[in-house]
């Protein structure tokens, strides 16, 4: 992908924060056309994400830990990983011998939000966001699983969407249980 500097936001050239999303819902699948940031990278192309809602009967602090801490992430998710809970922080996710994915924490909101961007990782997954956001809700709370900045739709893309669908239920099973 071909990296475009970012230019200055005039009323004629409106940021991309301010330019009109077109969305196409498929399920829990999403895809848009416009200039995006792409971990620091302005871009204009279409993008797909994936998005999952799951209410979980725990506390936003005992959730947020299970989805930024080492010993949370290790229980429902990855074989091992590092984390600096801040951000900017590094995390490293090992998965098995061919899959170590680095990430930087983009956003850190404590007990609310953490936006990761992968920044090795296979082809399809490297560039993407993958962000939880947790909402209180008359229901309880709600975490909001958001895995953004895909290129294509391709099997991977579709296998992904499933494989967090599982992973979610995992993780809310390990929360309610425990």
Known sequence: ?????????????????????????????QHFSRTIVVCGRYTKTTMHGIYHDVYIDASPDHIFDAVTSEAGLNTWWTDACSAERRAGGKYYFHFEPDYDWHAEVAEWSWSQ??????????????????????????????????????????????????????????????????
Not at 1 to 20: C, D, F, L, W, Y
Not at 137 to 152: C, F, I, N, V
Not at 161 to 178: D, G, P
């Open 1 to 29: 992908m071909k990296h475009i500097p970012p230019r200055k936001h005039t009323a004629s050239n409106p940021g991309p924060e301010n330019q009109v999303r077109r969305r196409i819902s498929i399920s829990n699948v």
């Open 113 to 178: 939000h953490v936006v990761w961007c992968f920044t090795q990782a296979d082809e399809d997954w490297t560039g993407t966001k993958l962000s939880f956001s947790i909402v209180n809700t008359d229901r309880g709370a709600l975490l909001r699983m958001e895995h953004t900045g895909w290129r294509t739709m391709n099997d991977h893309f579709r296998h992904t969407s499933y494989c967090w669908a599982q992973y979610l239920r995992k993780l809310q099973k390990y929360l309610t249980s425990a």
